[in-house]
């Protein structure tokens, strides 16, 4: 299973359910890594997509309201006891399966991602949503790295994770 996110210097990845920035050759990136295969999500982290289900890809929401509905998404309903197993099945070749966040869906899946694909912006934003600070875990080593200048002149670095 793999993960993907943007962060800046802090490794905040958001502010009032939203993205802390908005740039092109990321959104791309995130397309290109995601198309055709499973992205997971959060309940808040759907309801912040501005067109609602991410199209050629299998959207799954977790949530832990019985009732909620996702259009084109399948919603798996659970109680998040600090594992993801008993409520969600992860295949044993899952590399085509990509956890998109929030925050609290990255911190629970995390020990099951065996590659993360990191987005580091240099700047530093407003954040009230945070991932883990992948440079600073032990378990984790950069398996390549590939900086760039956006259009918008802000620099970026495609980073990719891979567990030890």
């Known amino acids: 299973m793999n993960l993907i996110v943007a962060v800046d210097r802090n490794w ?11 740039i092109p050759e990321d959104m791309k990136y995130f397309r290109e890594k995601t198309m055709g295969k499973t992205v997971v999500m959060g309940r808040k982290t759907f ?14 929401v977790l949530t832990r309201n019985p009732e909620y ?10 109680e998040a006891k600090g594992s ?3 409520f969600f099945y992860v295949p ?17 899946f995390l020990p099951y991602c065996t590659r993360a ?3 580091k912006i240099d700047a530093e934003f407003e954040a009230d949503a945070f991932m883990v600070n992948l440079d600073k875990h ?17 620099n970026i670095e495609f980073i990719v994770y ?3």
């Open 162 to 164: 891979m567990r030890k």
């Open 47 to 60: 309801e912040s997509l501005p067109n609602g289900a991410l199209p050629n890809r299998r959207n799954i």
């Open 138 to 154: 032990e378990d984790w080593v950069v398996e390549s790295a590939e900086k760039m200048s956006t259009q918008s002149g802000v």
């Open 84 to 86: 993801s197993q008993g």
């Open 117 to 119: 694909y990191v987005t």
């Open 12 to 22: 905040g990845i958001g502010c009032g359910n939203k993205l802390l920035a908005h």
């Open 92 to 108: 044993e070749n899952s590399d085509d399966m990509f956890i998109i966040g929030g925050e609290q869906i990255y911190k629970l």
């Open 69 to 78: 509905k996702a259009e084109g998404a399948e919603v798996i309903c659970f």
